[in-house]
């Protein structure tokens, strides 16, 4: 199951492997959830909340403010953003999409007749790349 995945890929610390699930579609149930924050997986947050997860990213971001000696600088930026400012229609319309292809979203997404540039940003693909926080002004 894809539960199964994705909890076996957040315990063992694969990200990458994590963040290619969770762009694919994998649903996120607390304790998945719990297994990013209990690991501080800080460099997930950009994807998670790119996916959707809005209150767990908000949630996260309260935590990372009260402790951020323990976070790098450029996420705590993020998160600061995430706080501060209300998500864009742009990130709204892609959760909404993600929604209606859900399941087999790389499957469906395949099929619709989209430019690239508009089938990675729906699979979250712009929290992929460089930079490692995504600007919020996007």
Known sequence: SNAAAIHKSLFCGFHEISKLLIQ???TLNNAALHLVLSSKSWDLMPVIHGAGYHYFS?????????????VDLE??????GILSSPAS????????IRRCLHPNILEK???????????DFILVGPCLAQPKYPSRNK
């Open 24 to 26: 694919c579609g994998c």
């Open 58 to 70: 908000r949630t996260v971001a309260v935590q990372m403010v009260k402790n951020e000696q323990e």
């Open 75 to 80: 996420m705590f930026d993020w998160a600061v």
């Open 89 to 96: 229609l742009q990130h709204h319309c892609r959760i909404a």
């Open 109 to 119: 997404i395949s099929k619709l007749k989209l430019p690239t540039v508009i089938k």
